[in-house]
């Protein structure tokens, strides 16, 4: 009988457990790719959704009801900060969205020139 092998045996039989703990509650792993639904504040909501291999952007100013839909975004950013943007002519739409906070997206909209035309922190909205 050898000691050694039995003793690596147990200490790995141990570890396993753990190791297969850690592998599977990795919060990075259940991160969905993308923000979905309705995010909004007291002026603006914007819907997010994936169909048919695109993923769409309505956007709708409550206050004066109108409203712009767009699809086809292209993608950029890392694992903890996602950015999402969609063109419409010379504007630039663009969703920032960290999976560690998935109920919050900052929207923003660039003109032409580049000049920030909106900034705005939109909570999903759950009713």
């Known amino acids: 009988m050898n000691i050694k092998a039995i003793t690596l045996a147990a200490i790995l039989g141990l570890s396993t457990p753990a190791i297969a ?10 991160a969905p790719p993308f ?3 309705t995010f909004m504040d007291d002026t603006w909501s914007v819907s997010l959704w994936f169909e048919n291999n695109s993923y769409f952007y309505q956007g709708k100013n409550m206050k004066t009801g109108a409203s712009l839909l ?37 929207v923003q909209v660039f003109s032409s020139n580049g000049r920030e035309i909106l900034n705005r922190l939109l909570y999903a909205n759950y009713d």
Not at 21 to 30: E, K, M, P, Q, Y
Not at 74 to 87: A, C, E, I, L, Y
């Open 35 to 37: 923000p979905t639904g």
């Open 70 to 106: 767009l699809s086809g975004a292209t993608t950029s950013g890392n694992n903890q900060r996602r950015v999402f943007s969609w063109r419409n002519g010379p504007n630039r739409y663009q969703v920032v969205w960290q999976p560690r906070d998935p109920n919050v997206i900052r």
């Open 21 to 30: 703990d850690l592998a599977l509650n990795s919060s990075v792993l259940a």
